[in-house]
């Protein structure tokens, strides 16, 4: 990528002001990965006492207290929680130099460098939400 301002001269991509954008989103991206490290750190030990714990019924049967539907929940909500914020990402990463940003929705007419209309990160994204929420089913069974 060749960065040529509207004079035809080449823009500078060094200078404080770049330095610092790049320090802040490394700060920022270190800060969301921990935070995120120790959401999952005070979640991990309840889960794992939930799905350990059986409760004895009036008719002597043993049930478990984290069921079927709670797993679902638990793993749809993580697999939305991954589709979302791997989505954005991607949203994010497509940015090309002189086109305007599409909708989060409306993608028809942008489309990656190899001029393909559907754009592959997508699809990956999807993909990503579906494995967590496997994921999270498989490991709460």
């Known amino acids: 990528m060749s960065g040529e301002g509207a004079g035809g001269r080449a823009a500078a991509r ?10 802040l989103s490394v700060f920022g991206s270190a800060v ?3 935070l995120v490290g120790c959401f999952c750190a005070l979640i991990y ?12 019924g009036e008719d002597g049967s043993e049930e478990k207290i984290l069921g079927f539907w709670s797993i679902l929940v638990l793993s749809l909500l993580a697999g939305c929680i991954c589709c979302v914020s791997s989505w954005t990402l991607t949203y994010l ?8 940003f599409p909708t989060l929705l409306d993608l028809t007419n942008f489309s990656d460098a190899s001029g393909c209309a559907f ?23």
């Open 119 to 141: 754009h592959m990160g997508y699809g990956v994204v999807v993909l990503n939400g579906v494995m967590a929420m496997l994921t999270v089913i498989w490991s709460l069974t």
């Open 32 to 34: 969301s990965v921990a």
């Open 93 to 100: 990463d497509s940015y090309q130099p002189g086109m305007a």
């Open 45 to 56: 030990p309840i889960l794992k006492e939930l799905r350990a714990v059986r409760l004895i």
């Open 14 to 23: 060094s200078g404080p002001r770049l330095w610092s954008v790049v320090g």
